[in-house]
Structure formats: structure tokens, C-alpha cells
């Protein structure tokens, strides 16, 4: 089946700590994309990225990084500079650029602080 | 002001009753617009997507757009308490960025 597989599900993280979620594929699409979800907040885009080795900040890209070094992958590392990094992490992907192709989601890695 | 706004909810409806879910926005550029639905600890699963004004139907769902008024609505007829969830609406211009709407929170009580 086709799809965006996301992991872990639920992740820890402690003081100082980095931590990477892992965001895969099969779809063949050329974006990715992550988001971050905090109630009564909607969606917010923090990084994403329209082909291999190219990737552009969102509204909210500080404390974070990303690498996109296989079409297939697009995993999000949460630094120890995100002081605030409790929250529900979102992948989504699409065929491409323009807006006219909509986004399809992975089920998420809810994050939290030890 | 937020560029995209809708109403958190939360809505209880009765199972087959007619369920009315709208965003405003505030972005002319806007023309690309979408409807989300998502459970609690999952992803949000793509509904409806519609291109410009006008309807769209699909099974008990229809989309309407009204870019005169910046006003979007996502109608569920004979709702049932498996379309219990939140519902996103979204919206792009020529480009990649999606913007959200905050979600309702839409109960569906037998």
C-alpha cells in the first residue's frame, strides 16, 4: 500500500537531548514537507523541501533541522536549541510545486519532554 | 487578524442531522482550497479539494467555495457518529504553502 509512514509514534525527549523523527514515502511524490500541531493552533509549517538536497525554512523553522538526501526520506531533527518542542509532528508530501497538488499526511509522532 | 479562520467548535449534532462546517480567509490570492478530516492521534486525511468557486460533491460531502466572500463550507448530510472528528479546512495560492484553519471539533451523538 502507498503511502507516509512516520516514526516512532511517541517520543521522549530529555534536557539538551536532540532527537530525530523519521518520515518515509512510497508515493513517488517530489515534496515533503513537516509540520508542527499545538492545540487551538492549526498546522505550522516548519521546513519542506521540493527535490533532493534542497530544502527551505517555513514560518517556524528555528530549533530545527532537516536533510532530504533520498526522494523517499525526509526525516526533521528537533534540537536542544527548540526550548518549546511538546507538540504533534506532521510529514505530508505531494507531487509538486504550485499549490494545485494537495497534500496527503502521515499519522504523526507526538513529541514530549521528560 | 489570522489569515485563515474558523470556528473550534464544539459541534454536537445528532446522527442524521445535516452537519455545516465554514472557514473564512482573508487572502484574494487564495484558489486552491481543501478539507481535512482527522481523528484524534492521527494524521488528517484529505476530504474534499476544489479549485476556485463552486461546488463539489462527493457521496454525503459537498464543498462550496464563494471567493466574492472569502467564505468556504464543507456540508455532511445524514452524519454519523463515525464522522466524528476535526475538520481542517486549508488553502493555497500558486504556491506550496498550505494555510489551516484552527479545526472544528464535530461530534456525532447516536
Known amino acids: 500500500d502507498g503511502g507516509i509512514t512516520q516514526s516512532p509514534k511517541y517520543l521522549f525527549r530529555k534536557e539538551g537531548q536532540n532527537v530525530t523523527l523519521s518520515c518515509e514515502q512510497n508515493l513517488n511524490h517530489d515534496a515533503m514537507y513537516w509540520y508542527r500541531q499545538d492545540p487551538g493552533q492549526g498546522l505550522r509549517l516548519i521546513y519542506y523541501?521540493?527535490?533532493?538536497?534542497?530544502?527551505q525554512k517555513g514560518d517556524i523553522a528555528e530549533g530545527y533541522s532537516v536533510s532530504r538526501e533520498k526522494k523517499e526520506s525526509f526525516p526533521l531533527t528537533v534540537t536542544s536549541a527548540q526550548k518549546n518542542p511538546t507538540a504533534f509532528y506532521l510529514c505530508?508530501?505531494?507531487f509538486g510545486t504550485g499549490g494545485n497538488q494537495p497534500q496527503h499526511f502521515g499519522d504523526g509522532t507526538r513529541l514530549s519532554i521528560l | 487578524q489570522k489569515e485563515v479562520e474558523q470556528d473550534p467548535g464544539p459541534l454536537s449534532v445528532p446522527e442524521g442531522a445535516i452537519v455545516s462546517l465554514n472557514c473564512t480567509y482573508s487572502n484574494s490570492a487564495f484558489q486552491y482550497f481543501m478539507w481535512y478530516r482527522q481523528y484524534s492521534r492521527k494524521g488528517p486525511e484529505l476530504l474534499m479539494y476544489?479549485?476556485?468557486?463552486g461546488n463539489k460533491e462527493d457521496g454525503r460531502f459537498t464543498a462550496q467555495v464563494d471567493k466574492s466572500s472569502k467564505y468556504i463550507s464543507l456540508f455532511i448530510r445524514d452524519s454519523q457518529p463515525s464522522d466524528s472528528a476535526t475538520y481542517l479546512c486549508?488553502?493555497?495560492?500558486?504556491?506550496?504553502?498550505?494555510?489551516f484553519g484552527t479545526g472544528t471539533r464535530l461530534q456525532v451523538f447516536p
Open positions: 505530508a508530501s505531494n
Open positions: 486549508a488553502m493555497s495560492a500558486n504556491t506550496d504553502k498550505l494555510i
Open positions: 523541501s521540493q527535490i533532493v538536497n534542497d530544502f
Open positions: 476544489t479549485y476556485s468557486s
